[in-house]
T-cell receptor, first 112, second 114 residues
Framework: GQQLNQSPQSMFIQEGEDVSMNCTSS?????WLWYKQDPGEGPVLLIA?????ELTSNGRLTAQFGITRKDSFLNISASIPSDVGIYFC????????????FGKGTKLSVIP | GAGVSQSPSNKVTEKGKDVELRCDPI?????LYWYRQSLGQGLEFLIY????????KSGLPSDRFSAERTGGSVSTLTIQRTQQEDSAVYLC????????????FGPGTRLLVL
């Protein structure tokens, strides 16, 4: 089946630093999604990408849909303590497909 | 509240007992999903309901797992004869039509099987 490799698994950064994480796939996806999960909560959608090469921002977050459709990255600029959490990438392979494949997550810790 | 709600928040049970987990999707959302999240892992798809169509049960790990969705709204995930490896967070999500739209997650039920 489809698999997503998400890296890094965890990160410790100083407040104010920029962060980058990425996902790669063994197969093509037509939609890439980035979610954040806080402790004790369900994942919350941050950014959705629907077109190869698309670059989308949401505040301090920027994500790109790789041109090969097999990868995506998420950048967080000027990190703050509330950025702490686990970030998941997810991909969907077909138009109108409901099936999402999730990466294993990147755990972000921000040192004040 | 306007979000997906799940109950109970936490459940501790003994091996061999049955458990029922409940999900209330966002009003008007026709699609409902169940996922399982084990410690340090991503989300594992379990089952998908869309309107009145037959559910996609392809992700259910064994015949001890079953789910229903009554009246196109509330869903119950049932695990029979629980095993220790069933311990995980069970997440429910819903999405509006059309198919493929963004999934909105509930807070999850943390299940611990002793």
């Amino acid at each position: 089946g489809q698999q997503l490799n998400q890296s890094p698994q965890s990160m410790f950064i100083q407040e104010g630093e920029d962060v980058s994480m990425n996902c790669t796939s063994s197969s093509i996806f037509n939609t890439w999604l980035w979610y954040k999960q806080d402790p004790g909560e369900g994942p919350v959608l941050l950014i959705a990408l629907y077109k190869a090469g698309e670059l989308t921002s949401n505040g301090r977050l920027t994500a790109q849909f790789g041109i090969t459709r097999k990868d995506s990255f998420l950048n967080i600029s000027a990190s703050i303590p509330s950025d702490v959490g686990i970030y998941f990438c997810a991909g969907s392979s077909g138009a109108g497909s409901y099936q999402l494949t999730f990466g294993k997550g990147t755990k972000l810790s921000v040192i004040p | 509240g306007a979000g997906v709600s799940q109950s109970p928040s936490n459940k501790v049970t003994e091996k061999g007992k049955d458990v029922e987990l409940r999900c209330d999707p966002i009003s008007g959302h026709t699609a409902l999903y169940w996922y399982r999240q084990s410690l340090g892992q991503g989300l594992e798809f379990l089952i998908y309901f869309q309107g009145n169509s037959a559910p996609d049960k392809s992700g259910l790990p064994s015949d001890r797992f079953s789910a229903e969705r009554t009246g196109g709204s509330v869903s119950t995930l049932t695990i029979q004869r629980t095993q220790q490896e069933d311990s995980a967070v069970y997440l429910c999500a819903s999405s509006p039509p059309p198919i493929g739209e963004t999934q909105y997650f509930g807070p999850g039920t943390r299940l611990l099987v002793l």
